[in-house]
């Protein structure tokens, strides 16, 4: 049935219920399906009468006490829809795994990843469990880091859920970002398959597109992705290294600038940003964006390095030689310290070879956690 046939069948029925509660406005089973049908045509306000209703008239109703709840979380009230499910769920252990379900959805809306894991990780094997558990599952093991712990669930799950869209979406994120690259190819292109564009599966889909350097690809599925969420910083993040792999530059700078505000606390995003001012020769912004990479952990030596090659370029050779011995001695294969002997020889005069130096560089470098910055957007620090 097509999205307006369906949405029409809602109204119908939703129109014969308000009809029937008219005449038996008391009836807890129409209050039920009442709640429910508007908050599925997301009239919230008429469910939150009904609702307000339906506890005054039968405030021990658990059925009732459910569907009160999910007119909260429609209504992004998570704080006060958990104890609702918590109590439902206190009061009953062998509950439909439906409350499970919607008492993790609270918890990890309300930022308590491990929280909602915890909830959920007893009904991982539960036949019963539906979609919505499983990616919630795998979405609260990605925050948490678990990677191959989440890996491990997705493998469990084999073509369980692989109908889901969002399901195949979070699992190709996690996959992506555990290094599992050709599961989590299979799985964003599966969530991509129909008429849904899952954000999680854009955004897998770029950093695969950006680790092979297929520049053009990344940048379209990023800005689709920014299209569903303009705040999403990684996919900034993605769209700038995308730009510098294209060698726009000028193109690069805002959309790394704005990958920085999003997450601050991302060091490769401040890399890149520092390298972009680095080649287009804006060596005091270059060294605000390295200076911010450095306070974030000072024991990284690539940032080091990255000071020494701001310093080399502004010929302050005994600044450039100290940083750049700090980097090596905290990382013998430091690649921006060895760009910065580079620039003290004389070897990075030529601005071509340059471009292609720091290019290489940026391609290779390693953040303190393992990623390169070619694919830095394989881990949200901020969501």
Avoid at 273 to 278: A, D, E, K, S
Avoid at 337 to 347: I, L, N, W
Wanted: charged share 20%; with cysteine; aromatic share 6%.
């Amino acid at each position: 049935m097509h999205t307006s046939s369906l949405q029409q069948d809602l109204v119908s029925r939703l129109e014969r219920t308000e009809a029937y509660l008219a005449s038996d406005p008391a009836n807890p089973e129409l209050l039920a399906i009442a709640i429910e049908l508007n908050v599925a045509t997301d009239d919230l306000p008429r469910a939150a009468r009904h609702a307000d209703h339906a506890r005054a008239a039968h405030p021990a109703d658990p059925l009732l006490q459910y569907r009160r709840g999910h007119v909260l979380v429609a209504q992004g009230r998570w704080r006060e829809a958990e104890p609702l499910f918590a109590c439902l769920l206190a009061s009953n252990p062998n509950v439909n795994v439906n409350v499970v379900y919607s008492l993790a959805l609270c918890q990890f809306s309300a930022g308590e990843h491990a929280t909602a894991l915890a909830t959920l990780r007893a009904y991982c094997d539960d036949p019963a469990l539906p979609p919505q558990g499983a990616t919630l599952l795998v979405r609260a093991m990605h925050q948490l880091g678990q990677y191959d712990e989440g890996a491990a669930l997705i493998e469990s799950y084999a073509d369980r859920y692989l109908d889901d869209a969002n399901y195949c979406a979070a699992a190709s994120l996690l996959c992506v970002d555990a290094g599992r690259f050709a599961q989590g190819a299979l799985l964003a292109e599966r969530a991509l398959a129909g008429d849904a564009r899952p954000l999680e599966a854009l955004v897998a889909s770029a950093t695969l597109a950006l680790g092979s350097a297929d520049a053009a690809r990344a940048s379209e599925r990023f800005t689709e992705a920014l299209a569903h969420n303009p705040g999403e910083g990684r996919s900034w993040s993605g769209l700038g290294m995308a730009s510098m792999l294209e060698r726009d530059m000028a193109g690069a700078i805002p959309q790394l600038e704005r990958a920085v505000r999003l997450m601050p606390g991302h060091i490769g995003s401040w890399h890149a940003l520092g390298w972009c001012r680095l080649l287009t020769h804006d060596v005091a912004g270059a060294e605000q964006a390295f200076d911010a990479a450095l306070a974030l952990d000072r024991n990284f030596g690539e940032s080091h390095g990255a000071m020494a090659a701001v310093a080399a370029r502004r010929s302050q050779h005994a600044l450039a030689a100290a940083s750049i011995k700090t980097a090596l001695r905290l990382d013998p294969s430091c690649l921006s310290a060895r760009y910065a002997e580079m620039v003290q020889s004389g070897d990075a005069d030529d601005p071509e070879r340059f471009k292609v130096l720091a290019l290489r560089l940026v391609r290779a470098h390693q953040t303190p956690d393992g990623e390169n910055l070619a694919a830095v957007v394989q881990r949200l620090t901020a969501h």
